[in-house]
């Protein structure tokens, strides 16, 4: 769902680019973060793989507060991006 | 395939669910989507002596039994309480209790992820991907043992994720080298930080489990680990430890889900959200709700009355009932923790204090609901989040029944 409005579509397109990443080196995939995703964005598969949907996260930094190894960012800056 | 019940998750509770549920005869699978049983670690690796014994479950080689369990309020305080503990290693731990269900015939499969939750008619079947294939099974009853992520909850439609206040974060690790006592477990309550809590559980002489961990939602920027490190760096026990690996993890800290029966579903453990709020303490309450569930499911199967799963709810009350490792506590503590949290930071650090000074005298465990209630800045706060909350008021009723018919007993 893209709204509309100049500043939210603006600021949402952002996000979409940059989004919400985890640093793999910090990361001992507990799983917290899944349990506070109110939308279900963050699947971990095994011990090893943690997957972000990017596309339904609504980059609200529920998960990112919640991670207790400071492994979650919404890289908002050019430079944390591709 | 068929399978009469398809347990997910090879943590404590799923492991004590395929264990009682392959010695009632039933063909039972474990599914668990890591490559190995226990591996990595997520927890303090406390356990309860007391739970033990009530569960049945002897000591192995790799527990490190504690006589002592030091207490320490955020004003500095001191309680020694003469519980004792077992620091257990939870890797072997897990491991073991899985091999005692493999030993009792049921079926194992490693690597092996719930992918996806289908209904049909009345009940759900369940979609295993493994080795990059879907594997369709359609038990009679599915346990959900999977932990904190609760993914078959989702799966199914349940909205269960945990709120900010309601889960506790916690960085921890295995660190090597430090000063401790082998003999003391402590968990000292942190001073500039709501509800915040650290532990030390000593593994052997120089190792020992260390972590800190708070309800998030308490306005904190600082990250849990961040603490931990600069605990390993400055206290004069732990200056010098090296983190073998880290056990870090989100814990539960609220009431446990509504419904612990939905259809053909039944939910255990931290899955069905029954780990401690104070402290984060959840592996007897993971095996307590595992072996019901499954004893539940077998008499429902065996007898084909689908109907009977209803009354794991019911067993799980009965059993825990007035049970403080239990149920009880988690009520109790939620209760203290929620008045706790929103009294302004003065009075709570006052009241907190007067919980220790109690706890001293009486040599207890200080986050006692009945001490509390007898101290005046607490009180009022405790009845309001009480009756603020339908399930806390019934609790609170039964309760005051069950003490009541106790203390009748008792005299007459
Ligand atoms: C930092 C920390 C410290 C703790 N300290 C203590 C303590 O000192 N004492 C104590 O008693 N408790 C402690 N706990 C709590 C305790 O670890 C949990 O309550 C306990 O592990 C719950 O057991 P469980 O079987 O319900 O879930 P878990 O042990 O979490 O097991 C769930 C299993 O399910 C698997 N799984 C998940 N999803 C799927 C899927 N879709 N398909 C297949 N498999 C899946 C997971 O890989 C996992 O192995 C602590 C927790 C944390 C995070
Ligand atoms: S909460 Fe943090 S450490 Fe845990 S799995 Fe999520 S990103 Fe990794
Ligand atoms: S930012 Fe919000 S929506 Fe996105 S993954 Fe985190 S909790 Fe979920």
């Not at chain 2, 030993?103 to 990059?132: H, P």
């Not at chain 2, 708070?214 to 990250?223: A, D, E, V, Y």
Request: aromatic share 8%.
């Amino acid at each position: 769902m893209v709204k509309t409005l100049g500043t939210n579509r603006t600021k949402e397109l952002f996000m979409k680019k940059y989004g919400l990443k985890v640093d793999l080196l910090k990361c001992v995939f507990c799983g917290g973060c899944v349990s506070v995703c109110p939308h279900n964005v963050i699947s971990l598969y095994d011990e090893t793989k943690l997957e972000i949907n990017n596309d339904i996260c609504k980059h609200c930094n529920i998960c990112t507060t919640f991670c207790p190894m400071d492994a979650l960012r919404i890289a908002t800056e050019v430079t944390e991006g591709e | 395939m068929n399978y009469n019940i398809v347990v997910v998750g090879g943590g404590p509770a799923g492991a004590m669910a395929a264990k009682t549920a392959a010695s009632k005869g039933l063909k039972t699978l474990l599914i668990e989507k890591r490559s190995s049983i226990g591996d990595p670690v997520r927890c303090g690796e406390g356990l309860s002596y007391n739970a033990c014994e009530k569960l049945n479950i002897r000591p192995k080689e790799y527990f490190n039994k504690t006589d002592f369990f030091d207490l320490i309020s955020p004003g500095g305080k001191v309680i020694r309480l003469k519980t004792p503990n077992y620091i257990i290693d939870r890797k072997l731990f897990d491991q073991d209790l899985v091999t005692e269900a493999e030993d009792k015939g049921a079926e194992v499969w490693l690597k092996a992820r719930a992918a996806s939750i289908e209904k049909k008619g009345a009940t759900f079947r369940i979609n295993i991907e493994k080795d990059k294939k879907l594997i369709e099974v359609n038990p009679e009853v599915i346990i959900a043992a999977d932990g904190v992520e609760s993914t078959v909850a989702r799966m199914a439609g349940i909205p269960i994720s945990l709120k900010l206040e309601d889960i506790g974060s916690s960085a921890a690790a295995v660190v090597e080298g430090v000063n401790i006592e082998r003999n003391v477990m402590i968990e000292s309550f942190l001073k500039d930080i709501p509800f915040g809590y650290s532990w030390i559980f000593p593994k052997s002489e120089n190792i020992a489990n260390i972590g800190v961990g708070w309800i998030t939602k308490n306005g904190i920027k600082l990250k849990p680990v961040d603490l931990l490190h600069s605990f390993l760096k400055n206290s004069k026990y732990l200056k010098g430890g090296r983190i073998k690996y880290y056990t870090s993890g989100g814990v539960p800290a609220t009431l446990k889900i509504e419904n612990l029966v939905y259809r053909n579903i039944l939910f255990t453990g931290d899955a069905a959200h029954l780990s401690n709020p104070v402290g984060g303490d959840g592996v007897p309450q993971a095996m307590l709700s595992g072996k019901l569930a499954a004893e539940v499911s077998a008499e429902s199967i065996l007898q084909e009355k689908p109907m009977i799963l209803k009354k794991y709810e019911l067993e799980w009350e009965k059993a825990t009932l007035g049970e403080f490792c239990f149920r009880d506590a988690q009520y109790a503590l939620y209760i203290l923790q929620n008045a706790l949290l929103t009294m302004p930071i003065l009075r709570k650090e006052e009241a907190i204090e007067e919980l220790w000074s109690m706890a001293q005298k009486n040599g207890q465990y200080p986050f006692d609901l009945i001490s509390a209630i007898k101290i005046d800045k607490l009180r009022p706060k405790l009845f309001e989040v009480i009756m603020k909350n339908k399930r806390l008021r019934n609790w609170a009723a039964k309760q005051m029944l069950h003490l009541t018919i106790k203390k009748f007993k008792s005299i007459y």
